[in-house]
């Protein structure tokens, strides 16, 4: 696996039996509490590997500080906290390297493993198949709105939860179904990451608007005349192969393209397969996983319908 799709990260085979996989990812804070920062840097990275059906083995630290403004024991805590997410993955951490930076920026490089003939990819959608996502989305614009005192403590917490949670349960249950594609929603958002797939697949994406898992006063962020950065990059990224079926207020239409940190999985599905995965998903403790559409045949250059 290399560049020819928009794949979560590479594959390299080792063996018959073993592939590794591997992937780096580093962020900005998008909370003040440091031990929180190195649990959602580490989630987030650590999620490309479940995103291409792997098991996390190998973590190094990518750490850019300013230890002269911040100190020693805010890094720390940083540290403990992706340590605390690494273990729980069952992997370990095994180094890393760090630089002088006047903004703290932390992440992972990963190695996991996955059997050769295994492993996920993004971009073997088939026609029939049922979408399931299995994180509700959101996050980026409750950062922004938080930056101005206009989102709720309990929403915040709840968005700060989901986005430390690692992939793993979500992973581990879809595994013992048959995935055709699978990839994880981050900085391209819902439209940017399901365009990858589509495209890659060869197929169309056809997203219910109202199924979608949407985080606690997302949608009301937006309506007050927030936004993020990303947001328009990723409306111009898809916009010539995206229909909206649905008629919505333009701020409503933003949450599709509001980028993610540590998002959930995205899967296609065997239509059958689909409602016992949600079932088990649920039963696991992943709740807010859900379907959210189907793949349909590409018969134009629209790749995503969202009605």
């Not at 992997?91 to 002088?100: C, D, M, N, T």
């Not at 890659?200 to 007050?224: C, F, R």
Request: net charge negative.
């Amino acid at each position: 696996m290399g560049f020819d799709t928009s794949d979560d990260a590479a594959i390299y085979k080792l063996s018959d039996e073993i592939a590794i996989v591997t992937t780096a990812d580093f962020i900005t804070p998008p909370v003040d509490d440091p031990y929180r920062f190195g649990q959602i840097a580490a989630a987030n990275a650590i999620s490309d590997v479940y995103a291409m059906g792997g098991r996390p083995v190998t973590c190094l630290n990518l750490v850019a500080f300013p230890m002269k403004k911040l100190g020693p024991d805010i890094l720390q805590e940083i540290v403990a906290g992706a340590v605390s997410k690494i273990s729980e993955a069952g992997a370990v951490l095994a180094g890393g390297h760090s630089v002088e930076d006047d903004e703290p920026k932390f992440g992972l490089a990963v190695t996991g493993i996955v059997h050769p003939n295994k492993y996920w990819t993004n971009a073997g959608a088939e026609p029939g198949d049922v979408l399931i996502l299995t994180k509700p989305i959101g996050s980026g614009v409750l950062f922004n709105a938080n930056l101005k005192g206009w989102v709720s403590a309990a929403a915040m917490q709840a968005c700060v939860e989901t986005i430390s949670t690692l992939n793993k349960t979500a992973a581990e249950v879809i595994r013992a179904y048959h995935p055709h594609a699978v990839t994880d929603i981050t900085g391209f958002g819902l439209a940017g990451h399901g365009f990858e797939m589509a495209k890659g697949s060869g197929v169309k994406l056809s997203i219910d608007l109202a199924a979608l898992p949407v985080m606690m006063e997302s949608l009301e962020m937006y309506q007050k005349g927030m936004s993020t950065g990303s947001n328009e990059f990723n409306r111009r990224l898809v916009s010539n192969h995206t229909v909206f079926h649905r008629t919505l207020p333009a701020w409503h239409e933003q949450i599709v393209f509001d980028p993610q940190t540590s998002g959930g999985l995205l899967a296609a599905v065997p239509e059958g397969e689909a409602q016992p995965a949600i079932d088990a998903l649920h039963h696991s403790g992943v709740a807010a996983a859900g379907i959210i559409g189907h793949v349909a045949p590409l018969t134009d250059s629209v790749h995503l319908v969202f009605r």
